[in-house]
């Protein structure tokens, strides 16, 4: 038998080292295929996003729970169950808004991400060539709002989370106090301060006085010119008026409560500087739409006249409407009507440029702006730094039954809640029973017949 020969230390160590080098090459070898490559790289949650949505139907829901006529978009996905609102509210042209929506969005829209909002937006706005009319920025902005949601709802959060968070603990709001006398209002005014509003809106009787003088016939009714349902305003009598109401108020209830007061554009400019200049000494919070649209040019003299604050824009159409006034601060207060400029993309836009300016957000939301519309302005509020203050309002039963999560106000705040989207529903069964009516804003005459313009 013959003897093994023993193996030298160098010759071993070789060996040893060609094995471990076999068996590296071997453990790469397996674990550096493609699949388990794959296999082993597990790619955090957080990265993985949501798979694609289309949409697949636009539509409009058309109620009037509340007397107002309003408008929502109802945006429905590919997603089972996913869908989203908005508010389209043009409450004096409700139901031509409607085959904007139903008919020429329906159709843009089916088959579109439901994620790419500002191009949806951008590409919807252009398509009609013509464009930057109420009726289409309506339609468009019940479009966009209804996105946002959905877009909340897939992130699992709500829609002020991805506007950038929170900035303050809740939305401070102001509410209207109106009376034939002024006794009447400062009763009111104090009753709200009572449950805790901070801001109140003063009127007395309607826009411009409309309704507060009494039985007065005036010319233009007793010569049978014009229609029945005109409403009649003496605008000497609303321009002496203001400035008493003012003082009274003060004296009864105090100077800790803010004052606002809406002109509604419907006295000459000249007038409305000189009373302005008369209301400076009651420290007014701001005074709201001294100036019709066409009249811009005079806020360069009254800005030079009186350092009232003053709120505009309830009836601009187009955000670039806002920009040189913004740029050259001719007014304090952004006062645009959400679903009027075309939902929360523009909207956003203006509240941003305005902070760069130190003019602050006032969204108009009365009672023709739905819950919807009103939630979407609250999201925006809670999230934008430069908020100034929100119109609020009362919702009746019949409004709460048709939109589950109506916003309501405590302590003269609105609370945004923590659900995805929106925060807001409807029920379209309810809102059925309350059809809209055709019916428009009313014509306001001086007492000749002459048109005054809101």
Same mark, same amino acid.
């Given at each position: 038998?013959?003897?093994?020969?023993?193996?030298?230390?160098?010759?071993?160590?070789?060996?040893?080292?060609?094995?471990?080098?076999?068996?590296?090459?071997?453990?790469?070898?397996?674990?550096?295929?493609?699949?388990?490559?794959?296999?082993?790289?597990?790619?955090?949650?957080?990265?993985?996003?949501?798979?694609?949505?289309?949409?697949?139907?636009?539509?409009?829901?058309?109620?009037?729970?509340?007397?107002?006529?309003?408008?929502? %978009?109802?945006?429905?996905?590919?997603?089972?169950? +996913?869908?989203?609102? $908005?508010?389209?509210?043009?409450?004096?042209?409700?139901?031509?808004?409607?085959?904007?929506?139903?008919?020429?969005?329906?159709?843009?829209?089916?088959?579109?991400? !439901?994620?790419?909002?500002?191009? +949806?937006?951008?590409?919807?706005? %252009?398509?009609?060539?013509?464009?930057?009319?109420? !009726? +289409?920025?309506?339609?468009?902005?019940?479009?966009?709002?209804?996105?946002?949601?959905?877009?909340?709802?897939? #992130?699992?959060?709500?829609?002020?989370?991805?506007?950038?968070?929170? /900035?303050?603990?809740? %939305?401070?709001?102001?509410?209207?106090?109106?009376?034939?006398?002024?006794?009447?209002?400062?009763?009111?005014?104090?009753? *709200?301060?009572?449950?805790?509003?901070?801001? !109140?809106?003063?009127? @007395?009787?309607?826009?411009?006085?409309?309704?507060?003088?009494?039985?007065?016939?005036?010319? *233009?009714?007793?010569?049978?010119?014009?229609?029945?349902?005109?409403?009649?305003?003496?605008?000497?009598?609303?321009?002496?008026? %203001?400035?008493?109401?003012?003082?009274?108020?003060?004296?009864?209830?105090?100077?800790?409560?803010?004052?606002?007061?809406?002109?509604?554009? @419907?006295?000459?400019?000249? @007038? #409305?500087?000189?009373?302005?200049?008369?209301?400076?000494?009651?420290?007014?919070?701001?005074?709201?739409?001294?100036? /019709?649209?066409?009249?811009? $040019?005079?806020?360069?003299?009254?800005?030079?006249?009186? /350092? !009232?604050?003053?709120?505009?824009?309830?009836?601009?159409?187009?955000?670039?409407?806002?920009?040189?006034?913004?740029?050259?601060?001719?007014?304090?207060?952004?006062?645009?009507?959400?679903?009027?400029?075309?939902?929360?993309?523009?909207?956003?836009?203006?509240?941003?440029?305005?902070?760069?300016?130190?003019?602050?957000?006032?969204?108009?939301?009365?009672?023709?702006?739905?819950?919807? $519309?009103? @939630?979407?302005?609250?999201?925006?509020?809670?999230?934008?730094?430069?908020?100034?203050?929100?119109?609020?309002?009362?919702?009746?039963?019949?409004?709460?039954?048709?939109?589950?999560?109506?916003?309501?106000?405590?302590?003269?705040?609105?609370?945004?809640?923590?659900?995805?989207?929106?925060?807001?529903?409807?029920?379209?069964?309810?809102?059925?029973?309350?059809?809209?009516?055709?019916?428009?804003?009313?014509?306001?005459?001086? $007492?000749?017949?002459?048109?005054?313009?809101?």
């Amino acid at each position: 038998m013959k003897k093994s020969t023993p193996t030298s230390p160098s010759k071993r160590r070789n060996v040893l080292k060609m094995l471990a080098m076999g068996s590296t090459a071997g453990f790469f070898g397996l674990f550096d295929s493609p699949e388990v490559r794959a296999a082993n790289h597990t790619t955090p949650a957080y990265q993985k996003g949501a798979a694609p949505v289309t949409i697949t139907s636009v539509r409009a829901i058309t109620t009037a729970p509340g007397g107002s006529n309003l408008v929502i %978009v109802k945006v429905e996905t590919s997603e089972p169950g +996913l869908y989203g609102l $908005g508010c389209a509210t043009f409450t004096q042209r409700a139901a031509v808004v409607v085959p904007a929506i139903d008919i020429y969005l329906n159709d843009f829209c089916r088959g579109k991400d !439901v994620d790419n909002i500002e191009d +949806l937006w951008m590409s919807a706005y %252009v398509s009609s060539y013509w464009r930057n009319g109420p !009726v +289409l920025n309506n339609a468009l902005s019940g479009l966009d709002q209804a996105l946002w949601d959905i877009k909340g709802k897939r #992130a699992q959060m709500p829609v002020y989370q991805l506007l950038g968070g929170r /900035s303050r603990i809740d %939305v401070d709001t102001y509410i209207h106090a109106s009376g034939s006398t002024v006794e009447e209002i400062a009763d009111k005014v104090q009753e *709200f301060m009572d449950r805790g509003w901070r801001h !109140v809106r003063i009127q @007395q009787g309607g826009y411009g006085g409309t309704g507060t003088f009494g039985n007065v016939v005036p010319d *233009f009714k007793a010569a049978g010119y014009g229609r029945d349902t005109d409403g009649y305003s003496d605008q000497g009598e609303y321009l002496r008026r %203001v400035p008493k109401m003012f003082e009274y108020i003060r004296k009864k209830c105090g100077e800790r409560v803010e004052l606002l007061h809406d002109m509604h554009e @419907q006295v000459e400019p000249i @007038q #409305a500087i000189n009373m302005i200049k008369e209301l400076e000494s009651y420290r007014p919070f701001f005074i709201e739409d001294p100036f /019709s649209p066409e009249n811009m $040019g005079w806020f360069k003299q009254l800005r030079a006249t009186t /350092s !009232v604050p003053l709120a505009m824009g309830e009836l601009f159409n187009n955000i670039n409407e806002f920009r040189e006034p913004m740029i050259n601060q001719m007014f304090d207060f952004i006062r645009c009507h959400i679903s009027q400029i075309g939902g929360i993309t523009p909207a956003m836009k203006i509240a941003r440029l305005g902070e760069w300016f130190n003019v602050r957000t006032a969204w108009h939301g009365p009672g023709d702006t739905s819950p919807v $519309g009103h @939630q979407a302005n609250n999201h925006i509020n809670l999230a934008v730094y430069n908020f100034g203050i929100q119109e609020g309002q009362f919702f009746n039963n019949k409004v709460q039954e048709v939109f589950p999560g109506t916003p309501l106000m405590k302590n003269g705040y609105f609370t945004v809640t923590e659900q995805h989207g929106l925060g807001i529903d409807i029920n379209e069964k309810e809102a059925a029973k309350y059809p809209i009516r055709h019916n428009g804003m009313g014509t306001l005459r001086k $007492g000749d017949g002459t048109i005054i313009k809101p």
